[in-house]
């Protein structure tokens, strides 16, 4: 069956500092991925999504980047990082076509 | 891009009480997901409901397709119920889900 493994689970990091957030995925090939975020009490916003191994489509402008180096591998990134950054981030994972978004546990962010 | 809204934004029950929560969109979607977020912030999911009606124990789902809008179903609510339950749809071609705000539901016992 397919997992989804996101890291780590919490953050603190200060403003400036950079960010590494990583996710994969097991059991399946080629499979869609995405990035969401949560901000505290509201609903989710896609902020990237990849269909294949160094392909990104970024959704929002924002202070944040994406990789995808390895087919089931999926990276967010900051160079230095804003307060406005904090939040709950959601990687996620799907087949071809229309078919089902599953999540994984998710990173929870605080920047101070 | 597509507007999700969700009814109630808040609602309050005793346990063992039954509720409907409502997904409203915009236009006509491709895929259709009900989760649940628990107190930890994992989403779990409830059902993939593009269209038609799908049981799994006490909560089912029916999405009318044609008139946009999808209902989420709890019978006999336990306090292990209680969280923020989001509709979220994919419309056209667009690369991924668009979420409402939820309905944060609370069970109380």
């Known amino acids: 069956s397919q997992t989804i493994h996101q890291w780590p689970a919490t953050l603190v990091q200060p403003v400036g500092s950079p960010l590494s957030l990583e996710c994969t995925v097991e059991?399946?090939?080629?499979?869609?991925l995405y990035w969401y975020r949560q901000a505290a009490g509201r609903g989710l916003q896609l902020l990237f999504y990849s269909v294949g191994i160094g392909q990104i489509s970024s959704e929002v402008p924002q202070n944040l980047s994406a990789s995808r180096p390895q087919d089931r591998q999926f990276i967010l990134s900051s160079k230095k990082l804003l307060l406005s950054d904090s939040g709950f981030y959601l990687c996620a994972w799907s087949g071809q076509g229309d078919t089902p978004l599953h999540f994984g546990n998710g990173t929870r962010l605080t920047v101070t | 891009g597509i507007q999700v809204e969700q009814s109630p934004p808040d609602l309050i029950l005793q346990e063992g009480a039954n509720s409907t929560l409502r997904c409203n969109f915009s236009d006509s979607v491709n895929n259709l997901q009900w989760f649940h977020q628990n107190p930890w912030g994992q989403l779990i999911n409830l059902f993939y409901?593009?269209?038609g009606t799908k049981q799994n124990g006490r909560l089912s789902a029916t999405t009318v397709a044609t008139e946009r809008y999808s209902l989420l179903y709890i019978s006999s609510s336990q306090t292990t119920d209680s969280g923020v339950y989001f509709c979220a749809v994919i419309s056209g071609g667009a690369d991924g889900l668009t979420f409402g705000k939820g309905t944060h539901l609370i069970i109380q016992p």
């Open positions: 059991g399946t090939s080629n499979p869609n």
């Open positions: 409901i593009p269209s």
